[in-house]
Structure formats: structure tokens, C-alpha cells
């Protein structure tokens, strides 16, 4: 049964409470010594965090943690879009589980062996996967892989796009773990590197650039290169620094520049500090998942004055005034009820409520002024975490203790939640259902939600997966390449 009172010490404590500590309300009769997550592991040596976090968030952390390590297939490695509803495997997804894994080792919720293993299969499933042009019977073509697979052979799934983006965030993955795994007298480790290296060279940025220097969405094999392209600020970061840090089949030179060329539209002051404005919060959270932007500058930058971090520092505030101001009059909103992204919703309908007729959504990517449909996503916070702790975390206490025994379950929160809708719609929900006392919950986890969420807190808490990022080869190319100078790349 939910206990609100599972993370303070006593009522009333607030933030102070819970850096007190507490016992979990699913944790067993305490052991001789300390155990990892369902007490898989001793943890004999507990490393020590730099930033010291409340357990309510250490705990969301664990259980975002154990999405990855329960639901992905242990025998292939493939992890899916969601649960519990059944689903096809998301390559991003699988992106996100190689990260988490590394960060889980570190904490001791599970051995590096057991996640060097995970790792392992992963990469040799990945590997051995059938690349071609065909439509059916490939799991991907020139190194790029399908944005959804089968969840059993791993194979194209239905109609889907060779996703340029979720093979970038894919690779991300895949190149933290090289990194991550340097054990040299370790075998598995070392064919954890070899396969890892194998992966990101094979990835043919320039072929899918059909309006160079522009990277192409994607491609179907029905009919071509998909006619937008990554050509405005967004979470494609990521995307073109793989693309130019590769060293078989790079991006031209000056891709970059023509990219940041066409920023400027998007620089806007509005719901805050001036900063470069796209909508949904995962745009600003998933390239720094693994690449820390503080004090490195590119030339667009450079001129404004801050870095990529302030930006998303500054995109993370706006969304809270936005809320404030709430100008849709969306239930809820408010300085610590906020946080739009791209997630579930309810389903695509219109319904009248509070005597306005409103357009409501299924999946859709959301954010201030476009496509808020009321609903909220928890990973629109916890993926913002290192950018502003101090108004993300009383925001995340605010909810858990608000919406908690509705909204928090088996892997922390769930994926989405609105409180405008308090009545069933003339139509079926798409996905969730309502809750009494609260409105809208959807029932799933999505891993690239998940995602954010495992290795934001861990950046915010040890800088984990940036220092480890900024010791491999290909993403230092890449930014470099990309013009980026100052700070940790030129030292």
C-alpha cells in the first residue's frame, strides 16, 4: 500500500526530512550488511557521490534503474517501448538501457559482471542482426538500424523508419559503454569495446544526407529518404556530433555551422531568460544525457554569451513560468506542478471541460504553446535535474506527496498523468485510465522516458556518464570537429 510518508522522518520535514533517510516500503527485514535493489548483491563498498540526493530521489533513480534491468529481454538484450502493455522493441530504448547499466555496477544494485554480461549480449545481438534494403527480414541497412524491431528476431517492425535519431541515441549508448567497460584483463569487457567500435563504424552518416549537409529522419525502403530533416535546434545534437566524430564515414566539414546557421528563429525570451526555444523538454536533455556542456562553446554560442547546459538551465525555468502562468487553464499547473515533453496522453478527442471545448492527445510531443493538452510527464523533471535541482526536486516531493499513491508504482512514476480530465471521454482512452482523486494516469512506462531519468539524476549526483563520455575518442572528434572549444575539451 502507498505510504506518503515513506521518505521523511517525521511529518513535516520537507526537503530537510528526506535527506534523513528511510526504509523503502517494499524493502525486506534489513540484512547483516547492505542490499542492492531486491537484494540482488552485498554492497560491501558503497562509492561515494559527489552530490548527496534526498531517498525519494535516490529511490526513483533505483526503480527507473530496475525498468531497464527487468523488462529488457535477457537473452537478446532487446529492450521495449514500453510496459507492462505489450510492445516492439524501441532502439532507443536499448540506448538508454546500455547507459543505465554502468550506473546501476556503480551503485551496486547489480555486479559489473552481471552488467558487463547485459552489455555483452546486447552488442553481440545488435551485431548479428541482418542489415539490407529489403523491406522485411533486416533489423537495419548501412549501419543504421529501424526505429522499431521485433521483439522476438529483432526484425523490422511493421512499417517503421530507418531512424536516424533513435540509431544516434542508440550509439550513444553503445559508445558509453566502450568507454565505461576498461577493464583490460577482462575478456568480456574487451569484446565489449571491440563490438561497440564495430557498431558506430559501420553507420553511413553521409548516405542518408539527400540535402546535404542536412541529415534526413530517416528512410523506408518503400519509398526513400524521408523529406524533413534535421535542420533546426533540437535534441539532433547528439545526432551530428556521432555523425562528425565518426572516423569511417564522417559528416562533410562545416555540417555543424550550416546546422547552427539556422538556430537564430529559434532564440526567444519568452516565459524567461533568452535562450534557445524548442517546445518539449526532451530536446534539451537527451544529447546532454551524454555529453556535459558546461564551459564548451560552438561559435553560436559563443556569441550569445552562455553555453549549451545554461540553455537548457534557462529552457527548464521557462517551463515552470509557463505553468504559472497557465494560460490554457489547465487543472494543476503551477510553480510545483509542471513538466512537458513528449509522452503519453490520454487519446485523440475533443471534450468539453470546465465549459471549454478541448483538443486532447494520444502520444505527442508537447511543451509550452504547442500541443498542451494538460498533461504532465515526471521525465520532463528528472531528465532536467542537473540543469536546476533546486526547483526540480521540491517539484517532484510536491507530486509524489500529492499524486503519489495514484501516480507512483513498481518503477517510480508513471508515464503521464492530467488532472483536467475528470471524466471519461466520448471515446476510449488510447492509453491509461482515470483514477479516483486525481483524473487521467496513464498505465505504461516508456523507456526512452525511463531513460533520462536513470542517467540525469546519476549526472547530477556523480557526473558519471559525462566523465566517461569525455574520455572516448569518437565524441571528442565530433565535438571538436564541430567547433566546440573551451572547458574540459581543451584541456
Known sequence: MFDRRKFVGSAGLGLAGLMAGCTPRSAPPAPAGPIAVDGWTVLNDRPALDVEVSPLIDDIQRRAFRYFWEVTDEKTGMAPDRWPTPSFVSIAAIGFALTAYPIGASHGWVTREAAAQRTLTTLEFLAKAPMGDTPTGVSGYRGFFYHFLGSTRGYRFSLSELSTIDTALLMAGVLFVQSWFDDAASPVEARIRELAEQLYQAVEWPWITPRAPFVSMGWHPESGF?????????????????GLGSPTHPLADGTWDAWAARFEPSWSNRWGEPHLHFAPMFGHQYSHVWVDFRGIRDSFMSAKGIDYFENSRRATYAQRNYAVENPGGWAGYGADCWGLTACDGPGDFRMNTGGSDRQFFSYSARGPGERDDGTLAPTALLGSMPFAPEIIEPTVQAMYFRYGEQLYDKYGFLDAFNLTITRRPPEPFKHGE???????VDKDYLGIDQGPIVAMIENHRSGLVWETMKKNPHIRRGLQRAGFTGGWLSA
Request: avoid cysteine; aromatic fraction near 16%; glycine fraction near 12%.
Open 434 to 440: 482515470l483514477r479516483p482523486g486525481l483524473g487521467w
Open 226 to 242: 524521408i523529406r524533413s530533416d534535421w535542420d533546426i535546434y533540437n535534441e539532433g545534437m547528439i545526432l551530428y556530433i556521432l
